[in-house]
């Protein structure tokens, strides 16, 4: 059989290096299927938007694929897709994304398309326009996602006063206020080598992707890059808020209710990760998808979810019910938190997670893309090239009384942020 | 992913597809069975995906807190989908835990409980998941012409079921369409992975083959009669996007015009993605998209068909452009299709449709589970042949070929065309 270890990434086989103008490469070679794929961060999130102009990094991210000083939008497309390659750009709250996939022999269009459009986007006025209409289209159908709205009216309140409590995608009137001039100046300040990071991985030698990194890349300089801002502080909220964001016409409400979390780089990450697991993933949804689908037959889903990045997470249950039973799901869901919070955990709900965690690895680690993005994991939270071979170490090294004490420091069943959207 | 398979049937008429891959420490086990919303009649619909939940409710030996731990516990990926014309469960294991997957699945072709009130707090599930499905404006616009363009076959009605009919369906209705197609004669295996295939083998009949054959289910006849005339409706609901859809009558997967329209919807929206898991590629340079998407008549469009026994239909999904009313999109679109049905495509575009189809296959080797999806996905309408010879098919259509079902397949008395209205924020 082949071995569970050598199927994980590690300093043995993982290839990093750092170009002189800062860029971060990681490479891993998989000869199973003829294809490569690239992803890749660098620091040009929301995070960076002005408040009247939210929704600016994503338009960003996404008019970059518009048309550069070599290829206009169809030629740049052309080239991609006449391959069965594909390329793009997206923005979160911290990072700006970008990646693609091809069969190996085309990879060096892929690293040429990604060196062009990094470096010599045009932003056209007509593909920004369309792109702006696009835009605001996928923010009307967004108003009208329960869902999305759930989660939007969430983080308003929880991170209220923060940055976290904005929009990446903007508002519409936001997304109307964006100029072409705010295009190309945040691509101006923002899109540089230093902090970005490429990872590489497919039927290709590392070393060779690297040094095909290099030559397209390495020569890129850009004196104007500025560092994003330092985080502010974040005060948790002091008592229970509820807000409900009414979208008439709809048959299903959503619930997304919960609190803060740990950041990712905090020892508390991975207890909090496996009572997360405990609370509402293991199996069919955990604890939270017992007593809400299984035993209430409340909602077809109901999980939590711990969202643990560079600043403060957020831990929280979303579950989509009939308008009518709003508010039985959302005490129940209340009673599940407290018991959590209040009796913690069994030893056997802790090793059982413990080994889905650790059992579940190579699955993850299976295709190109989910190795590329462990790649990255391991370069964004400093984890070291072996983590994912230590990984079973330290599951294993939390206890049950670590799981609880985690649990108390995050959730407090008298101070939950309640957000709905529904009729 | 092209490497021969092991085919062999049990004594009890199961079929069982074996395929060794030793790139990564997992087995992925799939068990499919030939029933799903083709065979269900009015006042049962939906029943098919509702036994589908009812599995995962447990049997004396594998209770449902037991399942669903112990699959979790082994560090497991499983899941089941349920279509028109198949219901499939599978699970993907570290290799050493395979075999818990296999008793399961052995367990549960036959031992699931149905229990009453497990039947009960279902019901509630299944409606909250449609209730979740009637949010989306385009599935109450998938629904809706749907049901127009197919009136007779059971491919009617959406494999989630109406509404009614998840109200008034009893336990005993569910048993029974358990008992009826889930059995050895009516399902077939799939595994890919990391396993020695004498072993497993042996191990599947050692758990499969005591399941009794069961009697060959009976099935629905009713061919859909052809379409008379273009047939227009109109859905209305919140929001402030317009979504037109437009549906034409599609052969069934093993009819020679399979790969010729597959070109065709390459060349027209963009290839379809193939794999179950695994990436598909953008679609920014197909005809439609340049016709609608850069001349700002919709801001998105997409096509496909599915792979599926009988004939059922061919969609091309808009989403309108705010400032654009849905005829001009539903004009630009006829243009196009005039354009493809009058000019014979080019070679090349016929070479670039199947360059694609081998990136997007490349791209689903990657993982094992979608190698095994493949295997018996392709037995539910053709068999593993149909998946193997699928490149050199695409490559024998000619642009005559793509010319001639353009002409046959596209045609507005052929077709139904659905525009969702919204009503601002109104319910």
Known sequence: ?423 | MTEEIIQITLSNGMKVLLKEIHTAPLVSSWVWYRVGSRDEVNGRTGISHWVEHMQFKGTPEFPASVLDKAISREGGMWNAMTYLDWTTYFETMPADKIDLGLRLEADRMVNSAFDEQEVGSERMVVISEREGNENEPQFQLGEAVQGAAVRVHAYHHEVIGDMADLHSMTRDDLYEHYRTYYIPNNSIMAVAGDFDTDQMLERIKELFEPIPAGAEPARLARPEPEQKGELRLSVEGPGETTYVQACYRFPNASHADFFPLAVLDSLLAGPSNLNMFGGGISNKTSRLYRALVEKELAVSVSGGAQATIDPFLYSINMTIHPQRKPEDALSALDNEIKRIQDEQVNEDEILRAIKQARAIFAYGSENITNQAFWMGYAEMFADYNWFLSYLDNLAAVTPADVQRVAQQYLLPKSRVVGTYVPNGGEA
């Open chain 1, 1 to 423: 059989m082949a071995s569970v270890r050598h199927s994980l990434p590690g300093a043995d086989d993982i290839h990093r290096v750092e170009l002189p103008n800062g860029i971060v490469l990681l490479a891993r070679a998989n000869f199973n299927s003829p294809s490569v794929v690239i992803s890749a961060y660098l620091h040009a999130g929301g995070l960076l938007d002005p408040d009247e102009k939210l929704g600016l990094a994503d338009f960003v991210s996404s008019a970059l694929m518009r048309g550069t000083q070599r290829r206009d939008f169809q030629k740049l497309y052309d080239e991609l897709e006449s391959v069965g390659a594909s390329f793009g750009y997206n923005s979160g709250t911290h990072y700006a994304g970008f990646g693609g996939r091809s069969l190996v022999e085309d990879l060096p269009l892929l690293l040429d398309v990604m060196a062009d459009t990094l470096q010599n986007p045009t932003f056209p006025v007509d593909q920004v326009e369309k792109l702006r209409a696009q835009m605001l289209t996928g923010l009307a159908i967004r108003a009208q996602d329960t869902s999305d709205m759930a989660s939007l009216t969430f983080d308003e309140l929880l991170y209220a006063g923060h940055p976290y409590s904005r929009s990446d995608e903007g508002w519409p009137e936001t997304v109307q206020a964006i100029t072409l001039d705010d295009l190309e100046e945040f691509h101006r300040r923002y899109y540089g080598p230093r902090g970005m990071v490429i990872s590489i991985v497919g039927a290709v030698e590392p070393e060779k992707a690297v040094g095909e990194v290099e030559r397209v890349l390495g020569g890129w300089q850009n004196e104007a890059q500025e560092d994003a801002p330092a985080l502010p502080e974040f005060n948790p909220p002091t008592k229970t808020i509820q807000r409900h964001h009414a979208i008439a016409g709809k048959s299903q409400s959503d619930i997304v209710m919960g609190s803060h979390g740990p950041k990712r780089s905090d020892q508390e990450y991975m207890p909090a990760s496996l009572g997360n697991n405990i609370l509402g993933q293991f199996g069919l949804m955990g604890r939270i998808g017992d007593v809400v689908r299984e035993q209430s037959g409340l909602a077809y889903y109901a999980y939590s979810h711990l969202s643990a990045g560079v600043g403060p997470g957020a831990w929280y249950v979303n579950a989509g019910v009939n308008p009518a039973n709003l508010e039985k799901a959302t005490e129940l869901i209340k009673q599940e938190l407290k018991r959590y919070v209040d009796e913690g955990i069994t030893a056997e709900e802790l090793a059982d997670s413990q080994a889905n965690f650790v059992g579940r690895l190579p699955l993850s680690l299976e295709s190109n893309g989910g190795v590329a993005g462990s790649l990255l994991n391991i370069e964004r939270f400093d984890l070291g090239l072996d983590y994912y071979r230590q990984y079973p170490d330290l599951v294993n090294a939390v206890t049950v009384e670590d799981v609880l004490e985690t649990a108390r420091t995050y959730i407090d069943p008298e101070r939950l942020v309640i957000a709905t959207a529904g009729p």
